[in-house]
């Protein structure tokens, strides 16, 4: 096994508690849906490490799978995930190897797909994609510094 081939967690950081104000995880795979519901999951278990929980994880949780998706459907070569949750913001960022920028679309009502940034936009505080086109990134601010 690989790391493009396997979902794990490749850098841990402190996870938050009182006196903590940094945690992060990194997650390499390769570009197959499966990995996608795995990202989902790990995102999950460490959120609840972190204790973050209710809607905002689940909102940090949906945006996680929709950026996954686009980088297994559009994206090119293995996949990065990198959760990190500060003081004040969750960002999420998802690395593939493509240099075509992450771009919202519109679907027809009767579409299958293709609404994804869209929920990413309406979910986060804010969104992009880096100028190489390579990560599509967002992100959700924490209240009162605590999730």
Same mark, same amino acid.
């Given at each position: 096994? +690989? #790391?493009a081939t396997a979902l794990a967690? #490749? +850098?841990t950081r402190s996870v938050p508690r009182p006196g903590y104000a940094y945690a992060a995880f990194e997650s390499c795979f390769a570009p197959e849906p499966i990995n #996608? =519901?795995?990202?989902?999951? +790990? %995102?999950s278990v460490f959120l609840r490490l972190w204790e973050v929980a209710g809607p905002l994880a689940e909102d940090v949780v949906l945006? #996680? %799978?929709e950026l996954v998706t686009n980088g297994v459907t559009h994206g090119s070569g293995d996949l990065s995930l990198r959760v990190r949750c500060r003081e004040t913001e969750i960002l999420v960022e998802v690395q593939d190897g493509s240099s075509v920028s992450a771009t919202m679309r519109s679907a027809s009502a009767d579409a /299958? %797909? =293709?609404? =994804? $940034?869209v929920l990413v936009k309406a $979910? %986060? =505080?804010d969104w992009g994609a880096s100028t190489d086109g390579r /990560? +599509?990134?967002c992100t959700f601010p924490i209240l009162m510094g605590r999730p």
């Amino acid at each position: 096994m +690989t #790391v493009a081939t396997a979902l794990a967690p #490749v +850098t841990t950081r402190s996870v938050p508690r009182p006196g903590y104000a940094y945690a992060a995880f990194e997650s390499c795979f390769a570009p197959e849906p499966i990995n #996608v =519901g795995r990202a989902r999951h +790990t %995102s999950s278990v460490f959120l609840r490490l972190w204790e973050v929980a209710g809607p905002l994880a689940e909102d940090v949780v949906l945006c #996680v %799978s929709e950026l996954v998706t686009n980088g297994v459907t559009h994206g090119s070569g293995d996949l990065s995930l990198r959760v990190r949750c500060r003081e004040t913001e969750i960002l999420v960022e998802v690395q593939d190897g493509s240099s075509v920028s992450a771009t919202m679309r519109s679907a027809s009502a009767d579409a /299958t %797909s =293709g609404r =994804g $940034l869209v929920l990413v936009k309406a $979910l %986060s =505080g804010d969104w992009g994609a880096s100028t190489d086109g390579r /990560t +599509t990134w967002c992100t959700f601010p924490i209240l009162m510094g605590r999730p």
